[in-house]
């Protein structure tokens, strides 16, 4: 949970985190938050509240502070997040807890329809993704109105392996940027893309080489501020003709969690030796 759980002025130093580290680039506009999970690289429900607090923040904040761009990238080198809490999901699955299910559902969706929507302020909001994006690090990095990835990360949704499909936001994002078939086809084979076909796809917005993501970031501000008013124009049109309404994702994390409790015990190995890999690819790369 935050250290700080009241919502400061501008005189006031921001929000301090555990799992969230944070900077504002006054001059820029920018501010910056990195994702620095306290266990695995996933998002636990630690990392949801604290994320859900700084997007509330920003919500009542984000003019006061003059942000106009906002990032959020990973701490963690050659990961960006490895999705959901799968250790979470196979003890709520066992014990046939769906209030459980459904609550972190919720935190999820409440986080990714903030982000999607710039706090309901006039930000741009940004992905930096500069290593491993899976699941619901990939349905994150979609979220926003930018995806800057470095050449060679790796994105894909690896749900259907264990029987399962990403429930928060994957289908909503990829058929609006793409279009239905494409996103089932991404949903449906498990398999991780290369930044370099995601951006081919129109997927990754922009391609920076290895260890230049925050430069590229710096660049894409540079280009947008020189026709701003046409930029959010733009994207206040593209959200009015084919929104995602919270309510959308509310919806299908109810087909999520019904889905969940469908799976058998050997689904459910499959998910726990997903989690054995994780466990040791982050082992490895600590």
């Not at 050659?78 to 999901?89: P, Q, R």
């Not at 935190?107 to 619901?136: E, W, Y």
Request: hydrophobic share 40%.
């Amino acid at each position: 949970m935050p250290a700080v759980t009241t919502i400061a002025p501008r005189d006031q130093a921001l929000p301090s985190y555990r799992e969230l580290r944070l900077h504002l680039e006054e001059r820029r506009g920018i501010a910056w938050c990195w994702m620095q999970p306290s266990a695995r690289p996933c998002f636990s429900t630690a990392l949801l509240a604290e994320l859900n607090h700084w997007f509330e923040y920003l919500h009542q904040h984000a003019e006061r502070l003059g942000v106009r761009y906002h990032v959020i990238a990973s701490a963690v080198r050659g990961t960006y997040n490895l999705g959901g809490d799968l250790d979470l999901f196979h003890r709520l699955i066992r014990t046939r807890d769906r209030a459980g299910l459904r609550a972190y559902g919720k935190q999820c969706i409440d986080a990714l329809h903030a982000n999607l929507r710039g706090f309901d302020a006039p930000v741009t909001t940004i992905s930096l993704v500069q290593g491993s994006a899976l699941g619901g690090g990939f349905e994150a990095a979609l979220s926003s109105d930018v995806l800057i990835a470095e050449h060679g990360t790796r994105m894909g949704f690896p749900e259907i392996l264990f029987n399962l499909f990403p429930g928060m936001g994957a289908y909503s994002f990829l058929s609006r940027r793409l279009d239905a078939k494409r996103a089932e086809r991404i949903i449906l084979s498990g398999d991780l893309y290369d930044a370099g076909a995601l951006h081919d796809m129109g997927l990754v917005d922009v391609l920076a080489e290895p260890g230049d993501g925050e430069l590229a970031v710096y660049d894409y501000v540079r280009r947008e501020d020189r026709a701003r008013n046409g930029y959010r124009a733009l994207r206040q049109v593209r959200d009015r003709l084919d929104p995602v309404s919270y309510a959308e994702l509310r919806d299908i994390v109810e087909i999520w969690v019904d889905t969940a409790l469908r799976l058998d015990p050997r689904d459910l190995r499959m998910m726990q030796r997903l989690v054995s890999r994780q466990t040791a690819l982050t082992a490895a790369a600590a």
